[in-house]
């Protein structure tokens, strides 16, 4: 039975500690690995931060059913420490320093997207805790020169340039885009690569702009965009923020032949809101449940992955649960290869790694973000999502038009 505990601690957030199959009366802290998890679990930012959760807590079960990770010959069961920051990035930053000043984390993952992580990661440099990030991709986070910080999202422009030589391959009359961003570090980040891949690929960029996290009404800004008619509409965002997009869009009944939004049709949540509305639109993440890849972690192949997820949490894994499981997995291969709880000798298993995993190849570049993934591109057809590309995995055709 898994235990948590609820505890309060400062800056008006709470620690869930949750320790999968363990028993306080039992298990020591001397049998415990910690691993401390800063998420905004409240907030804007809280749909995305569960999947994280979820993502942690499948990996920690599936390691302690094992008996938990070997270390020199003696099993520790995983311990995952919570906090939520709100879906404020200072309070992140002060939560990251609680978890290794006063919870005595051993490891730790990164907060939420890229803006958070960076300054997160200063923390736990400064502290030389090696540091997982599942869910930052902006390679602004990897640039300062950390030794302790790792990330399994691959760099925007691997997301933007598929996508963006395939619709000039399969819709040549397309020729202008207007590209729409959040104002934060990931999707601003993002559409920036956009911005780049299609002047590289000589599709004129009709319109950029940026709108504030929290924007409630985007009719003046879709209308701008309405009037200059090009065929390719590119949006970027979270959740929340691309279903209200792409309702105002129905509203001002504005339509193109291509339209993409990052990273929201991912998700369910995204596509049973969106319903028909969401027909065709295009998309790219760093994982998606059709790969096929048998990996060397405790999860094996991608099939069993999704099959363990499906069975927990009744639904499909996307991209950010898979992350976060596959961080955990590679935390416990670079333990129990570094035989030690020694955070450099930890670090450097990390650094030098070079493996399989049901997520696909993983191999940490010399700024510690993944270099070794190519991310699908898909399109929402008939209600799910469908792989375009790479090759090894796709799954149908482009199709053009969305209503």
Do not use: C
């Amino acid at each position: 039975m898994a235990r948590s505990r609820l505890v309060s601690r400062g800056l008006n957030s709470f620690l869930v500690v949750a320790a999968l199959g363990l028993s306080a009366s039992v298990v020591s802290a001397q049998d415990v690995i910690r691993f401390g998890a800063p998420l905004p679990l409240t907030g804007p930012l809280a749909p995305e931060a569960i999947k994280q959760q979820q993502g942690y807590d499948l990996w920690a079960e599936q390691a302690n059913k094992a008996g938990g990770i070997s270390v020199g010959g003696k099993k520790y069961k995983v311990e995952i420490v919570y906090a939520d920051y709100q879906s404020n990035t200072p309070r992140a930053v002060q939560t990251t320093e609680q978890m290794i000043t006063q919870n005595n984390v051993n490891f730790l993952f990164g907060p939420f997207g890229s803006g958070a992580a960076k300054a997160g990661s200063s923390v736990s440099e400064k502290y030389k805790v090696p540091t997982i990030a599942a869910t930052a991709s902006s390679s602004q986070v990897y640039d300062q020169g950390y030794k302790y910080l790792f990330g399994t999202f691959t760099p925007n422009d691997t997301l933007t340039t598929p996508l963006t030589q395939m619709v000039k391959a399969k819709a040549p009359d397309v020729k202008k885009v207007a590209i729409l961003a959040r104002n934060d570090l990931f999707p601003l980040a993002i559409a920036q690569e956009m911005e780049k891949s299609a002047k590289g690929n000589g599709i004129e960029v009709a319109y950029f702009e940026k709108y504030a996290i929290g924007t409630l009404d985007h009719s003046a800004t879709l209308s701008q965009i309405k009037s200059l008619a090009p065929q390719w509409i590119f949006v970027t965002g979270y959740i929340n923020d691309l279903l209200l997009v792409k309702k105002q869009m129905a509203d001002q009944q504005i339509k193109a032949t291509v339209v993409s939004m990052i990273a929201g049709p991912a998700y369910q949540e995204f596509i049973d809101a969106a319903g028909a509305g969401g027909e065709n639109i295009t998309s790219a993440a760093w994982w998606h449940p059709a790969a096929q890849y048998a990996g060397k972690d405790i999860f094996g192949t991608t099939a069993n992955y999704v099959k363990l997820f499906k069975d927990k949490y009744k639904s499909e894994p996307d991209y950010a649960q898979a992350s976060a499981s596959v961080s955990g997995a590679l935390f416990q291969m670079a333990i129990e290869k570094a035989g030690s709880l020694d955070k450099d000798k930890v670090r450097d298993e990390l650094a030098n790694m070079d493996v399989m995993t049901f997520f696909g190849p993983v191999k940490f570049g010399p700024t510690g973000q993944i270099n070794s993934l190519e991310p699908p591109v898909f399109q929402l057809q008939g209600g799910k999502p469908v792989v375009l590309s790479p090759a090894l995995i796709k799954q149908g055709e482009f199709k053009l038009g969305v209503n």
